[in-house]
């Protein structure tokens, strides 16, 4: 398969290109190009350049603002909301950020609530500038309804991902960032688009009949993970980052598409913590007890989550990504 090595500078101006000459503002330009560089750079194919085809595409339908303004508020001594405006989440959240960041010092807890988004970025690069700040923090957000419940077929929740972050001083933080489905929807059609089956257990067709073709899966129901488990947190998602903060669901998201096949709209809850207020003086010996936690798991061999991010951050530093040539040809196309 023919490829293409693109280093971090050469992918973000790619994808920088892509959307200023479709029309996005230069503040939105760069916040989204900067998300999916650093996805493909931490080795998330599904949330890196490929995500640039259904972005574009977003706008062309008309379901995503190019150059909105977000505004940001206080909404209550540890509630920030930010409005999106019907853009892209990364700028809301971006824009919101150190407010977010000042209330959780002051309070211990505070949440962002973004509004009125379009949503397709991976949860993990809105937990990381929180654990960096070194906070506690967890992220979540509904999309469409393409995911059936634990004992039903026909779609209801979206991939409804939770990332959650844990600081580490110096070392690389602990973060989590997964699918309440048994996958991304993008990397079901990251096989499609390569023409392989996706492993057992990923989804059904529209007729409820186990699959492993992509396509039935994308037009029949993915499924949760872990049965009646995922599915419970899938519906938890549903509700924080939808009615909680006055924002959509999955199936409400689908509706406002209304067939047009664009991103999923509504809302991101993020939720953070501060360990200095809620530990004060005792705050080091503690953190020190979460360390021995990480030990314990690595010292059985086990990974900590995001290792293999951070392996694959500093390999693409060193030698940039490697995309297929038929990815960099339709990315280039985008702005022909
Ligand atoms: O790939 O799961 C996904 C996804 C969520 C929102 C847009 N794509």
Known sequence: METVNLSLAEAYALAHHVLSSNGFSEAHAAAIA?????????????????????????LRKGKVAADAVPTVTSQAPAIVKADA???????????????????????????????????????FADVEP???????????????????????????????????????????PFIFD???????????QLHHRAGKAIPEGWGIDSEGNATTDPQAVLDGAMLTFGGHKGSALAAMVELLAGPLI???????SLAWDDGAGGLPYGGELILA???????????????????TLFSG?????????????YLSRLASQEQ???????????IRALSA
């Not at 960041?101 to 379009?118: D, P």
């Not at 940039?320 to 339709?330: A, C, E």
Request: proline share 5%.
């Open 246 to 252: 006055g924002d959509m669901t999955s199936r409400e």
């Open 130 to 172: 929180l654990t960096d700040a070194g906070l506690v923090a967890l992220a979540t957000t509904p999309s469409h309804a393409w995911v059936a419940p634990a004992g039903g077929t026909q779609p209801l929740f979206g991939t409804n991902p939770i990332a959650f972050g844990w600081p580490r001083g110096d070392k690389h």
């Open 85 to 123: 405006k019907g853009a892209y989440s990364l700028l809301a959240f971006e824009q919101a950020l150190p407010l977010l960041i000042e209330k959780t010092r002051q309070c211990g807890i505070a949440a962002l609530a973004i509004n009125h988004c379009v949503h397709f970025s991976a949860l």
């Open 320 to 330: 940039g990504v490697t995309i297929t040539q038929s990815l960099y040809d339709d």
């Open 273 to 291: 913590l501060d360990p200095a207020r809620f530990l004060g003086e005792d705050a080091d010996a503690h953190l020190a007890r979460a360390e």
């Open 297 to 309: 798991m690595q010292s059985q061999g086990a990974r900590l989550p995001g290792e293999r991010r």
């Open 178 to 188: 997964m699918a309440t489905s048994a996958a991304a929807r993008g990397e079901i």
């Open 34 to 58: 900067k998300n999916v560089t650093a996805g493909e750079r931490d080795g998330c194919a599904s949330h890196g350049l490929w995500r640039l085809l259904g972005i574009v595409e977003t």
